[in-house]
């Protein structure tokens, strides 16, 4: 095996583009690997460590691009290579017709702009961001790495102006009806969401719409905005909007547990809502009560959609949450549980998720806490409870595949599955291994198959287990709904073909998963 | 609350978006109807993060 590269100077593209031309190019006919990236140290590391020999010596600087092949042959490299600006022709469609190339120019092509969608990469989101405010839109922050300080001056910044930063590291929002970033086709209704995370924004959502409501906006507000450097900002901003919106009657508000300062900020602000709230801390540890006022409190996603849809005066007849429910893909039972149970060998015992959802991660750790058992994790509840080492897991263990050290320089999970499907291996090799917990995520911008890139996965770790006269259970939930690109009936078959049990929710995967492994443990 | 702030307009009327960046999203807004301008957005002053700052304090 060899390497070829070559640096093609001043040339941008977006890195999810350039991983789409990097798995292509690895489809090639005597191309053992690909990469496509622009030369920033960071990205030149990870190739480097990933034996691409001389990326680093290239001379490329942080403007270049820089394809990089790993092949059989020089010739067959150089061929592919040769080729390149093919390669990197993108189909720009409708939405290259206006050519800008600067905030000001598209302003001017479209002055009743109000929004900027900024992904830039995070050392120059925070100025994007600026530029937007100052011109009046309101922004979705999609990019990560933007520092507090940037972040809480932003968000003073627009709620001086009256707008709302939505982020960073935001990754979905849905507007009068429009998914923004990685969002499902959901009906439109009288529920408005608040949240701290896209895939918590997402698993709620699809619920109120499988549950047969629907949303009249969700709010990204960033996984930062409730710590008490920034004080709630923009989660006070959204449950104004929301408020003085007359499409909504219920709202919900998703995060991790907030900062104490802005705990009582939010806690006052809700209790003074004319309209009722639902909210869900994830990973909260201390009681709370059912209810005070205006609000609702829940503990886990599927609790806060279900009360949002009850709220809303959700109809339990033909399209209302009880029909839904028992209509839905779930093919758990106490049944099922005894069943896997009985296949298990002596010795295996232990829960491993693979996630691209972090907040599905997340939630899924408050599960299998709640019933007693350790569960570690890279991106854990507690800090006690981290993975030492985030690449190989111990005892009960979920990865967040979604975090930066799996991300950097390679796609999102729920952009691409390879990763997930190395580590799904790589848990079934483990012979204490009895339960692998998945989450699959649909919608707009998301992996077009899931569900059809992690099947040979699951195929293959099932086999492993039972070559060694075991058994795996792999119980998988999809988030997504009827009406997304990648059709949530498709994804459910593929999964079951691969001997996948299969959930509607997060929630209920976790539960079945915990039941399986209830009392191996010792 | 004042009802014509600039968030409750965004919340009451179609989205007008400028996408800054991934053009899959701007893609993905297009393919919902919404009316939407892609920035060909490639990183200001030669991609060094420090002259930009340098500049943005000039400028």
């Not at chain 1, 693979?354 to 599905?360: D, M, P």
Request: hydrophobic letters at 40%.
């Amino acid at each position: 095996m060899l390497t070829e590269s070559i640096v093609l100077p001043n040339r941008y593209l977006d890195s999810v583009f350039l991983m789409r031309v990097a798995k292509r190019l690895a489809g090639e006919p005597g191309i053992i690997q690909a990469a496509v990236v622009m030369a920033t140290p960071k990205n030149l590391q990870v190739l480097a460590d990933a034996g691409y020999a001389g990326v680093d010596t290239l001379g490329a600087s942080v403007n270049d691009l820089v394809v990089s092949l790993q092949a059989e042959t020089r010739e067959g490299a150089r061929a592919v290579l040769d080729s390149m600006d093919d390669w990197l022709q993108r189909d720009s469609g409708p939405v290259g017709a206006t050519m800008v190339r600067t905030l000001d120019q598209a302003l001017n092509a479209q002055p009743a702009s109000n929004l900027a969608v900024v992904s830039v990469p995070g050392e120059f989101a925070a100025g994007e961001a600026r530029s937007a405010l100052e011109s009046g839109l309101n922004v979705f922050l999609f990019s990560d790495n933007v520092s507090i300080e940037d972040e809480l001056s932003l968000k003073e910044m627009a709620r001086e102006k009256g707008l709302i930063v939505m982020g960073p590291d935001c990754g979905t929002s849905i507007i009068g009806g429009a998914g923004i970033g990685f969002a499902n086709v959901v009906r439109r209704g009288p529920i408005g969401v608040i949240g701290a995370s896209g895939t918590g924004i997402q698993e709620v959502t699809t619920l109120v719409h499988r549950w047969g409501s629907g949303i009249s906006h969700a709010i990204g507000i960033g996984g930062r905005d409730l710590s008490d450097a920034i004080g709630g900002i923009s989660a006070l901003q959204a449950i104004d909007a929301l408020e003085a919106d007359p499409a909504t009657s219920v709202i919900v508000l998703l995060s991790k547990p907030p900062g104490k300062k802005t705990r009582s900020l939010i806690d006052e602000r809700i209790a003074q809502c004319s309209k009722p709230v639902v909210t869900c801390y994830l990973g909260i540890l201390e009681a709370q009560p059912a209810g005070n006022g205006s609000a609702t409190y829940t503990r886990n996603l599927d609790a806060a959609a279900s009360a949002a849809v009850k709220l809303a005066g959700g109809d339990t007849g033909a399209d209302g949450v009880e029909t839904q429910e028992t209509v839905s893909t779930d093919s758990a039972s106490v049944d099922s549980v005894s069943i896997e149970r009985a296949l298990l060998m002596p010795g295996q015992r232990y829960i491993r998720g693979v996630f691209a959802g972090g907040t599905l991660c997340y939630q899924a750790q408050q599960i299998i806490r709640d019933a007693g058992l350790t569960v570690r994790s890279n991106e854990p509840l507690e800090k006690g409870m981290k993975l030492e080492d985030s690449r190989r897991s111990t005892g009960h263990a979920l990865v967040d595949m979604g975090a930066d050290e799996f991300t950097r320089g390679y796609p999102h999970p729920m952009v691409d599955s390879s990763q997930r499907a190395e580590r799904i291996i790589a848990e079934a090799n483990d012979r204490q291994v009895a339960v692998l917990l998945l989450d699959i995520i649909l919608g707009y911008s998301a992996s077009a198959d899931p569900a059809g890139e992690l099947a040979p996965a699951i195929r293959q770790a099932k086999r492993l287990a039972e070559q060694r006269g075991g058994h795996l259970t792999v119980a998988a939930s999809i988030c997504g709904s009827p009406g997304d690109p990648q059709g949530l009936e498709t994804q459910t078959e593929r999964l079951r073909d691969a001997g996948a049990i299969v959930f509607s929710t997060g929630l209920k995967a976790a539960q079945f998963a915990t039941a399986v492994v209830s009392g191996r443990d010792a | 609350m004042e009802k014509d702030t600039p968030i409750n307009e965004l919340l009451q009327k179609p989205i007008v978006a400028i996408n800054i960046g991934v053009q899959d999203f701007a893609e993905a807004l297009q393919d919902q109807g919404v009316r939407v301008v892609n920035v060909t957005w490639s990183p200001p002053a030669g991609g060094d993060a420090e002259m930009l700052a340098i500049l943005e304090k000039l400028l």
